[in-house]
Each structure stands twice: as structure tokens, then as C-alpha cells.
């Protein structure tokens, strides 16, 4: 999926097309690209927030695949091994923020999907030096998330300082606040979630947030900390007049609309602190899908196929829930079912990533999907599966999509490079 020019996402900046399948250059790995989570950054990207740095681009930096290509002199992976490729793909390493462990303020570094093509695309390029190996625990479509707004949210978690056992506000509640906020309270930290959304309470509720509303005003304590997921500026006084002294409130996203005025003795005196947070080192990386081996952390995703970008994008706006982009080639078919009558067929589907979480087994059904069109099925090349499963633990649809699998929509597949 190509995007040539940024517009709103209602109006479908995202283009399928094909490109040249790109070649692992000399130190460089390519991908056969499983699964692309979605990012509030691409949106931003998509957009015009941010301004393009390569035009036409392949958004997408949350990347799992197959290396399929093994540049010269590369030599860290194996053709075949599964890794995953993030925000963050190269720094001069020899600066001073890289020379002091602070490559993600490298002002040399440049970004997957951004500076160069992504993962909306069947085939990713990727240096060796920031390809990570990923956890088996995982499965392609639900350690993609970890992979920016997991990364983020868990740098903006170790830049809000929290001290032992802390009260941990999260203002917003999307991919990012999700996952962190597994991993504080697994860390024995008490959570608050702030979020508008009547679905996002009782969700951060199920994951063991302390309180969770839609208004400052009925917060039961000041927090110590705070992290800001929310992109917007309106919203950074009243974090920081939720913090008790000495209180830290780190702000995740890249993007932030303006901050209005701030009055010193009620935002920031009594050393309350502002602070924002830029990408993640590599270090941040491994420790994050470290420890989310070890508390089992669950990601719920709702996955689109990738002609469907413009959609996922749009509903991640309105809804901030985390997307997998899934290429034709990788839906895993197998877990369908088809009967095949004279004059039409008869389909059942189940999210396989989900089916093997013992929980989720319980709660998932099938949903029979029937077509009888013309021209009879029986004629047709490819079938289109639509899919709805019960997701485990909340009353949100788990939903795989496959709705455009005509042969010339799996030509149009766009190649990244
Ligand atoms: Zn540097
Ligand atoms: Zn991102």
C-alpha cells in the first residue's frame, strides 16, 4: 500500500500498488512480511502531521516476517529464522547521544516506513543490526504491537521514574497503554487509566488497572507518575495537576497538539516534571520482549488484510485499538472451512493466533458466512472469507477480514523495498 500524497485517512491516501520487489543490499536482511501492526504514527505519517521524508512511501513499522534474502556479509540471521523490524533502523553509532547509550536522540537516524519503505507491503528490507529476534511465545499477528506502541509505551514507563509500588496514571488507552499497562501492574505498581471510551474502561479494568473513568475529577489519589498516550496538548495540565509532588509525566506519542498555558504552582511546582519521549535504543527493545515472555503479555488484535489499510487506519482513529495488517499470502486458510454446493458455499473461520490461548478457546465460535452469487462459486478461482470470532476476555469482536481476495486484488498487492 503506497501513499503518494498525505490526506485525511477518510479519503483513502493509501494506494495498492505494485512496486519492485526490493533486494537485501550489502549488511541487510529481507523479509517475507507475516504480519504489520498499525501505529497512531502512521496515521500521523498519512496524514501530514509529520512531513514525508520519501515520497511515494510504504508506511508500516511494526514488522514480523521470514528472512527471504540474506544481503553480503550479513551474517547475524539465517535464511528462514522469524524476526521482527521496528521504528528505529539506523544510527551513526558514533555521536555523542549514541557514544552515551542514547541512540534514539542519534540526529542521524533515520525510520522504517518513514524514511524508508515499510511494512504495508508483501517484502521488507531491514539492517541486520536492528532486526530482533522474537520470542516463540508469540505468534506472528500478536507480538507485532509490542513492536512500536509495546516499545514506546514501555520507554515512556522507565522515563515516568516510577518509584517502588507507585501510583501510575495513564491518560489514553490504546495499543500502547494496553501492554504497559500489564507490565506495571505486573511490576506490583497500582494503575489509573483515563480514557473516553466505555469499551477502554472496562478493558483496563480486566487488566488490572486500579480505577479507571473518563474524568480527572474522579481520580481516588494523586499519581506519581503519568504517561500521556493521548495526542493532545489539552490534555497535559490536567495530567499534571493529577500528579503529587515530585510527580513525572512522560508524553508518548511523536505528535502532540499545542500544550495550552501552564500556571506554575498548580501544573508544576513542587518538582513536578514534563518530559517527552523519542523512539526507543535497541536496549529497549530486547528488554521489552523480555519481559513480556516472562509475564506473558497478551496483545488483542484485530486483523485487516492488507488491501484493507485505509479502513484499518480510519477505524484506528475512531477506535485507538491495535490493527495486524495480514498479506494474502500469509492467512492462514487452514483454519477455515468450506462446503461446496452446487450453487454456493457455505464458510466457517476461526482466528488461529486466538484459538490457542486456552481462554479464548472456550469463548470462540465460529460465524458461517454464505454467498450465492452469480456467477456460481463453483467458477470462481478464490473464495472471499469473511470471519467474526469472540475474542476472550472482553465483548470487543476479534475479526479477520478477507474480503477482496479476487486474483486481481492478490496481483495488486503492493511490494515494499
Ligand atoms: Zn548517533
Ligand atoms: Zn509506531
Given at each position: 500500500m503506497v501513499l503518494s500524497d498525505q490526506k485525511p485517512v477518510s479519503e483513502s491516501p493509501l494506494v495498492l500498488q505494485e512496486i519492485d520487489e526490493p533486494k537485501a543490499a550489502a549488511g541487510e536482511l529481507r523479509v517475507k512480511v507475516n504480519a504489520c501492526a498499525v501505529c497512531r504514527t502512521d496515521i500521523h505519517i498519512v496524514e501530514g502531521d509529520l512531513d514525508l521524508h520519501q515520497k511515494p512511501l510504504v508506511p508500516g513499522h511494526q514488522i514480523v516476517g521470514r528472512i527471504d534474502e540474506i544481503g553480503a556479509g550479513a551474517t547475524q540471521f539465517r535464511r528462514g529464522e522469524r524476526i521482527g523490524i521496528a521504528w528505529l533502523r539506523h544510527v551513526d553509532g558514533s555521536c555523542r547521544f549514541c557514544r552515551r547509550q542514547?541512540?534514539?536522540?542519534?540526529?542521524?537516524s533515520r525510520y522504517t516506513g518513514y524514511d524508508t519503505n515499510g511494512g504495508y507491503a508483501e517484502y521488507a528490507i531491514v539492517p541486520q543490526e536492528f532486526a530482533y529476534e522474537l520470542?516463540?511465545?508469540?505468534?506472528d499477528e500478536h507480538v507485532a504491537?509490542?513492536?512500536c506502541g509495546g516499545l514506546i509505551g514501555y520507554r515512556a514507563l522507565e522515563k515516568a521514574?516510577?518509584?517502588?509500588?507507585g501510583r501510575l496514571l495513564l491518560v489514553g488507552f490504546g495499543s500502547s497503554a494496553h501492554i504497559i499497562t500489564q507490565v506495571a501492574v505486573h511490576r506490583g505498581h497500582k494503575v489509573y487509566v483515563l480514557t473516553r471510551s466505555d469499551n477502554h474502561i472496562h478493558r483496563a479494568r480486566e487488566l488490572g488497572a486500579a480505577w479507571a473513568s473518563?474524568?480527572?475529577?474522579?481520580?481516588p489519589e494523586k499519581a506519581d507518575s503519568a504517561i500521556l498516550?493521548?495526542?493532545?496538548?489539552?490534555l497535559v495540565p490536567p495530567t499534571l495537576e493529577s500528579l503529587d509532588r515530585g510527580g513525572i509525566c512522560s508524553i508518548a506519542g511523536i505528535h502532540l497538539s499545542d500544550v495550552p498555558g501552564l500556571n506554575y504552582d498548580r501544573h508544576?511546582?513542587?518538582?513536578r516534571q514534563l518530559r517527552s519521549v523519542t523512539a526507543n535504543t535497541r536496549e529497549d527493545a530486547r528488554a521489552l520482549l523480555a519481559e513480556a515472555t516472562a509475564i506473558k503479555l497478551q496483545t488483542h488484535v484485530t486483523i485487516y488484510d492488507l488491501p484493507d489499510a485505509n479502513r484499518a487506519l480510519l477505524d484506528m482513529k475512531v477506535s485507538d485499538f491495535r490493527f495486524v495488517f495480514v498479506p494474502h499470502s500469509a492467512?492462514?486458510?487452514?483454519?477455515s472451512l468450506t462446503f461446496r454446493f452446487p450453487e454456493f458455499q457455505l464458510s466457517a473461520f476461526v482466528c488461529l493466533p486466538c484459538k490457542f490461548s486456552s481462554a479464548s478457546w472456550r469463548w470462540s465460535f465460529f460465524l458461517l458466512a454464505v454467498w450465492s452469487h452469480?456467477?456460481?462459486?463453483?467458477?470462481?478461482p478464490t473464495l472471499p472469507v469473511f470471519s467474526v470470532s469472540q475474542p476472550p476476555?472482553?465483548?470487543?469482536s476479534f475479526f479477520a477480514m478477507r474480503?477482496?481476495?479476487t486474483p486481481s486484488a492478490r496481483r495488486a498487492v503492493s511490494r515494499g523495498g
Open positions: 542514547q541512540e534514539n536522540l542519534c540526529p542521524n520470542p516463540d511465545d508469540f505468534d504491537p509490542l513492536l521514574a516510577l518509584p517502588e509500588n473518563s474524568d480527572f475529577r474522579d481520580l498516550f493521548a495526542p493532545s496538548g489539552r508544576l511546582y513542587q518538582e492467512l492462514r486458510l487452514p483454519h452469480s456467477p456460481p462459486l463453483r467458477n470462481r476476555m472482553d465483548n470487543r474480503a477482496s481476495s
